[in-house]
């Protein structure tokens, strides 16, 4: 069982830089692949980034709508991933949620993970 707790989310004017934590429990982190969803009002969930390490690489994947300006990372020492977001737009307005899964390749941009955190509210006002 791997409990997922995100932080880092607020208020942000347009352009302006935001870093998403999330602290996983559990002794197999480095295991799971970790993803970044997120959910604006009235839309459905969608695929922001996501992240694996098999101990000699890292594969990274992330949706169009944010390559370029979101950076997705993780330290397995401190169990933790991140999403680091620039140039945020007033349209990255979202619930941010922070995922974790036993899944590889593009299965990592859908939202087939294993479990979930609760979210942090990203708002960016224009």
């Known amino acids: 069982q791997v409990q997922l707790v995100e932080s880092g989310g607020g208020l942000v004017q347009a352009g302006g830089s935001l870093r998403l934590s999330c602290a996983a429990s559990?002794?197999?982190?480095?295991?799971?692949?970790m993803g970044w969803f997120r959910q604006a009002p009235g839309k459905e969930r969608e695929f922001v980034a996501g992240?694996?390490?098999?101990?000699?690489?890292?594969?990274?994947y992330y949706a169009d709508s944010v390559k370029g300006r979101f950076t997705i990372s993780r330290d397995n020492a401190k169990n933790t991933a991140y999403l680091q977001m620039t140039s945020l737009k007033p349209e990255d307005t979202a619930v941010y949620y922070c995922?974790?899964?036993?899944?590889?390749?593009?299965?990592?941009?859908?939202?087939?993970?294993?479990?979930w955190g609760q979210g942090t509210q990203v708002t960016v006002s224009s």
């Open positions: 995922a974790a899964g036993a899944l590889a390749g593009a299965a990592l941009t859908t939202p087939k993970y294993d479990y």
């Open positions: 559990g002794r197999t982190f480095s295991a799971y692949a």
């Open positions: 992240i694996r390490w098999t101990g000699l690489s890292t594969y990274t």
